[in-house]
Structures are given as C-alpha cells and as structure tokens.
C-alpha cells in the first residue's frame, strides 16, 4: 500500500502544477481583458450603466492583476477576487456599456 502512494505523490504533484498553471493563465486572461478594456472606456457611461466608477474598476483589476502576477497565484484570496471581479465587470459591467454604446439602453 505504502509503495502505491509513493508513485502517486510525484504524480499529484504535477497535475496540482497544471491545474494551477492553467488557472493562472486564466486569471491572467480575464483580469487584463477586464483592465484593458475598462480603460478604453468614457468614464461617464459608468455612471450611466449604474455601476462603480471607471477609477474604482480600474484600480479594483489592476491591484488583483498585480498581486496574482506577483506570485499570490489564482488559488489565493487575492486571485479568486481577481477572477471574480474580472468576471463581474466582462458578463455585467461590458455588456451594459456595450448596449449604452449600441442605444438598447436597459429593458426595465
């Protein structure tokens, strides 16, 4: 029994590291898509949209895109934060800037 966890233990280990590795490159992906596209953005549609300020989008992914990029990795506090503030702002955030954009407006 013991000499079947030996094999297994080198082998967790490098699945955690791919795991881990791809999250990262996740991470990454969404919160500097997030930032980017926050800062090409007018600031006063946010106000329009109902949401934070530019300011605040912009310094809430830029601080999370830092810390996950200075080793706290995407299974840290910080970089589930990161990938949740990322999120928020590309599936809610963009899209009612996109339909102030396009003159949709809101539905309600």
């Not at 955690?16 to 999250?23: D, P, Q, T």
């Not at 549609?45 to 996950?68: E, Q």
Request: glycine letters at 12%.
């Amino acid at each position: 029994m013991l000499a079947g966890m030996a094999i297994a233990a080198p082998f967790a280990f490098e699945v955690r590291y791919v795991i881990e590795l791809i999250l990262l490159v996740f991470a990454l992906i969404v919160q500097g898509v997030a930032l980017v596209h926050v800062i090409t953005q007018r600031s006063d549609a946010f106000a329009a949209v109902g949401t934070l300020p530019k300011g605040a989008w912009a310094a809430i992914l830029a601080v999370c895109l830092v810390l996950t990029l200075l080793g706290f990795g995407p299974i840290s506090l910080f970089g589930l934060v990161g990938i949740a503030a990322g999120l928020i702002y590309l599936l809610d955030v963009r899209t009612g800037l996109r339909d102030l954009r396009d003159g949709r407006g809101t539905s309600w």
